[in-house]
């Protein structure tokens, strides 16, 4: 980061290394019980975590000509801790569902749960009093009711549909999530926050035979209470952020998929979905106005057309493949003039297992190459955020993917 230097004592550069450091510590337990009564099966359980989450910004020092430091290792001797807190967040989930067997060939599923989770911060060091974030708020949802069924048409197939409504707790860190603003920021949208929710609807077909087994789905879902965080300057200033409320979005499509053994030892796999995301209005800000005209507006990050073929071979002793994944464009910015292209790509594999007893028994070699026309494409976007606009192309929150690589896998079984 250019925006603190290294001081002399430290190497004197105009620069240093600015790092995000954390420790996690998780206890909990997960369980269930279930018991059957004629045509019925019913199943309760609780789930309840204890996470701490220590997160710290530390800077440290690098020389005038030569940085002595690597990017690739734990830092050592930080010259300047900026924040450092002590997260809490505990998790208590409980769910109530019976499986009933209504028919021979239509069987029905219902049920609710229930979710509890309290976010807790404790400042540790803060160097200046917009450093200090001290709080609690939670996310509670006494009521997410789901229900599904499947029928059987056949031995060889079925259709199936189901309606769930979640939620999403808030997170609890100091750089995503309603911590990651000033004490005052946090004052004024802990009781005005609504934790994200959705309804989900899915209507599918399923069919299984011998050589062939294929899948048909499609779903609407409808999201509420989208949040949106809003940071002022570049990612590397660190600047705070201010959480809220923005709206909904709709989000619908298909999917397809199906497994074809064409041949003894070869299979065919193939899929394909198609997803529209929009959001439901446009952004606003705290006091009314205008953020964002973001109504109609494809989500970022979120490719309307996805595909993906696989070749395969496997008699046993020698084994392969070679598959395709296409991913159609994708949006950086709210207002949809900013984006990266769609893309290509395959990837390579061939194998042989070792026969016979000793040395050779459970042992296997595999080679793979990844992107194998050694194909130029944005993978990651949104690794510093989404903006509004971007018409010079400039935004700094894209990621290269990676070149054309072989990897060597040696596995042997004991």
């Keep these: 980061t250019p925006y603190l230097a290294t001081p002399a004592a430290f190497g004197g550069s105009p620069i240093s290394m600015r790092t995000t450091e954390y420790t996690v510590s998780r206890i909990g337990t997960v369980d269930s019980l279930t018991y059957k009564l004629a045509d019925h099966t019913i199943e309760g359980g609780l789930w309840f975590e204890n996470n701490d989450f220590d ?107 189901d309606y769930a409504q979640n939620a999403r707790a808030f997170v609890s860190s100091h750089t995503d999530g309603p911590f990651s603003t000033t004490q005052s920021g946090f004052n004024a949208i802990k009781n005005k926050l609504k934790p994200e929710t959705s309804d989900a609807f899915e209507l599918g077909y399923r069919a299984h035979v011998d050589t062939f087994e294929a899948v048909a789905a499609a779903y609407y879902v409808s999201f509420h209470d989208r949040l949106l965080a809003t940071t002022v ?129 459970d042992l296997e070699i595999q080679g793979n190459v990844t992107n194998l026309f050694d194909r130029h494409f944005i993978s990651s976007i949104g690794t510093n955020g989404y903006t509004v606009s971007d018409p010079t192309g400039s935004f700094q929150t894209l990621q290269a993917g990676a070149p054309a690589s072989v990897f060597i896998s040696l596995r042997k079984k004991f």
């Design 55 to 161: 997160q710290a910004r530390r800077f440290y020092g690098l020389g005038v000509n030569s940085p002595g430091r690597t990017a690739d290792e734990f830092q050592s001797n930080p010259f300047f801790t900026q924040w450092q807190y002590a997260f809490n967040t505990k998790t208590y989930v409980f769910h109530l569902q019976d499986t009933w067997q209504l028919l021979d060939k239509l069987k029905v599923n219902y049920g609710f749960k229930s979710i509890k989770v309290d976010n807790e911060s404790k400042t540790i060091i803060g160097s200046s009093a917009s450093d200090f974030i001290n709080g609690s708020i939670d996310t509670s949802k006494g009521f997410l009711p789901q229900v599904g069924f499947n029928y059987e048409l056949n031995d060889a197939s079925e259709i199936f549909g």
């Design 233 to 361: 300057g570049s990612g590397i200033q660190g600047n705070p952020s201010a959480l809220s409320n923005v709206g909904g979005v709709t989000s619908k499509g298909i999917e397809l998929a199906g497994t074809w053994k064409f041949v003894k030892n070869w299979s065919l796999y193939g899929s394909y979905s198609y997803n529209k995301s929009t959001y439901d209005s446009d952004t606003l800000n705290g006091d009314g106005t205008l953020y964002a005209a973001t109504k109609g507006k494809i989500t970022v990050d979120s490719p309307q057309n996805m595909v993906k073929a696989e070749l395969t071979f496997d008699n046993g002793e020698i084994f392969g493949a070679i598959s395709g994944n296409y991913m159609s464009e994708r949006y950086y910015t709210y207002i949809n003039d900013g984006k990266v292209p769609g893309y290509a790509t395959f990837d390579l594999s061939l194998g042989y297992r070792f026969q016979g007893g000793g040395w050779q028994r």
